[in-house]
Nanobody, 119 residues
Framework: QVTVVESGGGLVEPGGSLRLSCEVS????????IRWHRQAPGKEREFVAF??????REYADAAKGRFTISRGARNLWYLQMNKVKWGATGVYYC??????????????WGRGTQVTVSS
């Protein structure tokens, strides 16, 4: 079983920076992908960023050039948010998707961390 826990959310001013963390515990070895998603108030969850085991990264258009997804210490990943815009408010979720048999394709989600953009 895999457990995902996000942290680092809070208040941030427009133009400011915030770093979110995603800690994965349990049987999280092998090949995987990590994704960050955002769910704004009253809206559906949307993709923000992706990182694969080999370091491949992808970003939503709104995040390109301002957000960076990275891996830290063992089983710890980050989403560095710079030049935050008003539209960044929402709950940020980390998703761990296994790419290793026998759990290939299985997704594990955290409960999210709230980011609020406010001046």
């Amino acid at each position: 079983q895999v457990t995902v826990v996000e942290s680092g959310g809070g208040l941030v001013e427009p133009g400011g920076s915030l770093r979110l963390s995603c800690e994965v515990s349990g049987d999280a070895s092998g090949v995987y992908v990590i994704r960050w998603h955002r769910q704004a108030p009253g809206k559906e969850r949307e993709f923000v960023a992706f990182i694969g085991t080999g370091g491949t990264r992808e970003y939503a258009d709104a995040a390109k050039g301002r957000f960076t997804i990275s891996r830290g210490a063992r089983n710890l990943w980050y989403l560095q948010m710079n030049k935050v815009k008003w539209g960044a408010t929402g709950v940020y979720y980390c998703e761990y998707e296994s790419r290793t048999i026998p759990t290939y394709g299985k997704e594990f989600w955290g409960r999210g961390t709230q980011v609020t953009v406010s001046s």
